[in-house]
């Protein structure tokens, strides 16, 4: 079994150690030592990155897990014989990163479960943000924003008072009576951290010497998620990073916008609604050309008691299209077949007798009503259509009788 460093001293970067054993798993090649200060994945806390040295030498830590025996296994990658000495080296901004997102949860699991009655299970810590699922007392699957607003304000005033963390492996019988959020997953070499008096749990991760040490946390968002709650958060110095990358967003926003970040939903919202009355304007603009195209493309002596409309469009938006055909269909005696780019539209009036479904499935590919049919085609679609009506309507009565 790896004698654990980092259960000692989480702030241990640089360690002593001897290679007891060696293994290639066929995807990786990893070693395990007598001792080290490696944090392996568990508890929902990342894996330490760092190196080994060895006789001038380095091979760089690339994963560290810890099998049912307890032995700590470093990926490594290149070989380091048995019996070796080395030097490990953990990237310590990464570890610090991971202990005050791993400690900024406990902290606020304790709060939750303090203000709210909540029960919180696994933590979640990810690349950019950490999340851990709450269940509520009640059921339900959201916070209120003065909820969480409560919940940041008295976890960042906890972290304020520097309160000490300590990590013990107490007696059975102290075990007994110490006063724990949950009860302990495991039932042997429990590890206990306590957190001031804020809070206090049975843990095998990392923590920061006292609470000072997590910086700061902001609570991103709290939504439903499987039954549950889950609340996004991020700690420390992700947290002042974060406000750094939004307080420059919303400044570049409001440039762009002419107003100071605390106006800019308004001014958002207000550019939304011209935007949406201008788009109106231009659909009705665009509606009217299109409607003209078409008239301009009818030919009377086409086909005898109807207006036919034969028009080719480079392209059109499909709603002020289609309003265009609904407007030109509406009056008596029409009859239109439409190509606007790739897109083919068959119209006609309802007094008017012409499949139009099936006209459209002869010439191309498309279908829909009698009366309205659409499809995928090429200019050259709607002159075959034309074509056809001229050939077989040779003396047939147009229009349905009233
Ligand atoms: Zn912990």
Redesign the pocket.
């Known amino acids: 079994m790896t004698d654990r460093l980092y259960y000692d001293d989480a702030y241990l970067w640089t360690f002593e150690a001897k290679v007891t054993a060696c293994r290639d798993t066929g995807k990786s090649r990893e070693v395990a030592l007598d001792r080290s200060a490696f944090y392996p994945t568990s ?1 929902g ?1 990342p894996y330490d990155t760092g190196v080994l040295c060895f006789g001038g030498s380095e091979a760089r830590v690339t994963d560290v897990e810890c099998d049912r025996e307890g032995e700590v296994w470093h990926t490594v990658d290149r070989e380091i014989p048995v019996g070796t000495r080395v030097t490990g080296r953990i990237d310590g901004t990464r570890r610090t990163d991971h202990m005050e997102q ?2 900024g ?2 902290m606020l699991a304790g709060a939750i479960h303090e203000q709210l009655g909540g029960t919180t299970i696994g933590l979640h810590l990810g690349a950019e943000d950490s999340s851990i699922d709450v269940e509520l007392p009640d059921g339900r699957t959201h916070m209120t924003e003065e909820e969480t607003a409560r919940l940041e304000d008295t976890v960042n005033a906890r972290i304020r008072a520097d309160a000490p963390i300590r ?1 013990w492996f107490p007696s059975e019988e102290e075990l007994k009576t110490l006063p724990l959020r949950k009860p302990p997953t495991v039932t042997e070499h429990v590890r206990i ?1 306590a957190m001031g008096d804020y809070e206090m ?1 049975a ?5 920061p010497s006292s609470t000072g040490r997590i910086g700061l946390i902001r609570i991103l968002g709290a939504v439903p998620a499987r039954g549950k709650v889950r609340v996004s958060f991020v700690c420390g110095g992700r947290a002042c990073r974060l406000f750094r990358d939004m307080s420059a967003w919303t400044r570049k926003a409001g440039n762009v916008l002419s107003c100071p970040p605390e106006k800019l939903a308004a001014a958002a919202g207000e550019l939304k609604a011209r935007l949406a009355d201008a788009q109106r304007k231009l659909n009705r603009f665009e509606t009217e050309e299109i409607l003209q195209r078409i008239r301009s493309g009818e030919s009377a002596e086409d086909l005898p008691g109807i207006t036919l409309s034969v028009t080719v469009l480079d392209g059109a938006e499909p709603k002020p299209l289609s309003e265009a055909v609904s407007a030109y269909i509406a009056e008596d005696g029409k009859a239109l077949l439409l190509c606007a780019g790739e897109k083919l539209t068959f119209a006609r009036s309802p007094d008017v007798d012409i499949d139009m479904n099936e006209l459209i499935r002869r010439v191309a590919r498309g279908g829909g009503r009698p009366d309205l049919a659409g499809g995928a085609g090429i200019p050259e679609c709607v002159s075959v259509a034309r074509k056809i009506l001229m050939t077989e309507g040779k003396g047939k009565k147009w229009r349905k009788k009233s």
């Open positions: 508890g806390q791993h400690a949860e406990h990590c951290v749990v843990c095998g991760g990392t923590h």
